[in-house]
């Protein structure tokens, strides 16, 4: 069995394992009021009340009314739960008459009380945007403003461990280094991402440290080689202080992914503690204390609540962190310093505890979750006498499960944006998992759709994905009110409008129509919708309409591939040429002229399941 396969199959079996039971804090939460449950074709939309103090609700089904209630698996494969409603159910057969109950969480760990439940059964139908039904209608207008559009894209976004970055070796005939600086060069300059966060700076491909004659020996060249590298892409780090140099492991043959990171406590603590001052003291004099302090960051470990990525017991870990961050805070004290980067949003609470225990609370609180919109953290910070610091999410995504294709798939570009929508003015940084597919934690690329996290492919072809944060990033800075109504509005089709207040006047609206039901994933044609988008409150005069589209049939590279691949791994050279002529952000139609008439403009389109349509109206001079 080969090395790669041995940690492919390690990584597989211990993913999910809680690397132990960290205490935390009880609360108990009502259970939401004014549950309904409003059938339409394909779908069940549920709404309910808020709860104080809840970081979001876990949505319940039973058969009956007596249930046993069990939560609604949309097949996310991390957290079931979501920040608010409301909330699609796609799972159930037409007709099929359901039960819901839903249950205030305050954290991942804990469960309120379930609300009444009420019935519904999702309604029959022929399928398509055109079968009888109401359509969903969009009513945007553009003489209102809701303030600065939030833009939680930006901050940051995932890679690989960064020293791939500079490696001349070749997968599929493309060089790994080049191809994955050009995606994080495309980050910064089509997305506007400012940070990249990565694992295993302190790995030893880098050789940060070593011990001669038992002595400590610092060398922290090849971090330059990386830090230098990131700072010419337009990038700032959010330095990741992971894993464990071999010779300062407690135990060196604790390791996750095929690269061999080493996941133990330290052996020593005092030789843990000088090694992270002086690798954040080397950074502050390389690159300057004035650069380091305001515009990068330092997060401590990655997932530690699993048993994949630390072989200690919690209280080793709340030990490594308060060292660490100790250390960055004896170089300065307003080094900026946060976690615990955990997986599924756990140990927040006991962070917070800890770190309020010991005098060092953090200056941002970081997490990762899969499969759902991020929870709300803030009532968890308020717990803590916290509330106002920055939340970033630094791993989210789709799926947390390595060679999954719904990773190359529409639906995982609409879940993208119902995160972000639902993230927006909640949260600071909601970082996708990850910028490229040249990315070896279980093995490198077998081939070119193979269901890799990235959002661009080796062979820097962009995924509908990447596209979704495109539109979102086209978006104009101010943001429009937008009410939406009809069979899954607001559930199943959700929107964003904006609308530049600089001399071009340009007014947009981003319209999508998806489900978190990975049952889904490759498109249901029942859930397709007919969509009336008026635009009221424009100056009257001539616009051009611009419509962009995403789906199966526009810019949709892997759908091209699997219309001329014939089930080969990768592209010959002419095959390339076909793929990279179809990476383009298409148009539903050519633009064209319209008139706004006491303000209005109307649309009507079709908008299948799944999909995305980014219409725009730019003033015609004269």
Known sequence: ?????????????????????????????????????????????????????????????????????????????????????????TTGAPGEVRWYAVAAVPDVDQV??????????????????????????????????????????????????????????????????????????????????????AHAILGDDLGVYREVDGEPVHDFSGVDRVYDMVLSLGLKPVVEISFMPRDLASDPSATVFEYGAIISPPKDWGHWYDLVRAFVAHLVDRYGLDEVRDEWAFEIWNEANLEVFWSGSPEEFFRLHEVATRAVKDVDPQLRVGGPASAAAGWIDQLLAHTEAAGIPPDFVSTHTYGSPPLDLRPILERHGRDGIPIWWTEWGVTPTHFNE??????????????????????????????????????????????????????????????????????PSRRLPATLSGDGADSLVEGLAAASREADGRVAALVWNGTLDQSKASGSTMLGRRIELRFTGLPDGDYELRHHRVDDDHSCVPAVWRRIGAGADWPTREQWEQLRAADRLDELHPPRRVRATGGVVEIEFDLPNPSMSLVELIPVAG
């Not at 609700?57 to 409301?86: I, M, N, Q, T, W």
């Not at 009380?113 to 022929?126: D, F, H, I, K, R």
């Open 112 to 197: 309120g009380e379930l609300s009444a439940p009420v019935s519904a059964a999702s309604l029959p139908g022929a399928g398509g945007p055109d079968s009888t039904s109401e359509p969903v209608t969009v009513v945007v207008d553009a003489a209102g403003d809701d303030g600065e559009l939030d833009r939680p894209w930006r901050l940051m976004i995932g890679s690989e461990h960064l020293s791939h970055a500079l490696s001349a070796d070749r997968t599929g005939g493309q060089e790994i280094g080049a191809e994955l600086r050009a995606a994080l060069r495309a980050a910064h300059d089509e997305l506007g991402v400012r940070m990249v966060r």
């Open 1 to 89: 069995m080969s090395r790669e396969t041995t940690a492919r199959s390690d990584f597989e079996t211990r993913l999910g394992r809680v690397s132990g039971a960290a205490a935390r804090t009880a609360v108990r939460l009502p259970a939401p009021a004014g549950l309904s449950a409003r059938p339409g074709r394909g779908q069940v939309t549920l709404a309910w009340e808020s709860v104080d103090g809840a970081a979001g609700y876990l949505v319940h089904v039973a058969s009956s009314p007596d249930g046993p209630f069990e939560p609604l698996d949309h097949l996310g494969r991390d957290v079931l739960a979501v920040p608010h409603g409301p909330y699609v159910d």
């Open 406 to 475: 719904v990773s190359e798939s529409v639906f995982a570009a609409v879940f993208l944006l119902r995160g972000m929508r639902s993230a927006m003015d909640r949260l600071e940084s909601l970082s996708y998992w990850v910028v490229s597919d040249h990315f070896e934690e279980l093995g490198r690329p077998p081939a070119l759709f193979h269901g890799g996290f990235g959002l661009r492919t080796v062979g820097e072809l962009r995924k509908p994905r990447w596209w979704a944060l495109a539109m979102l990033e086209a978006l």
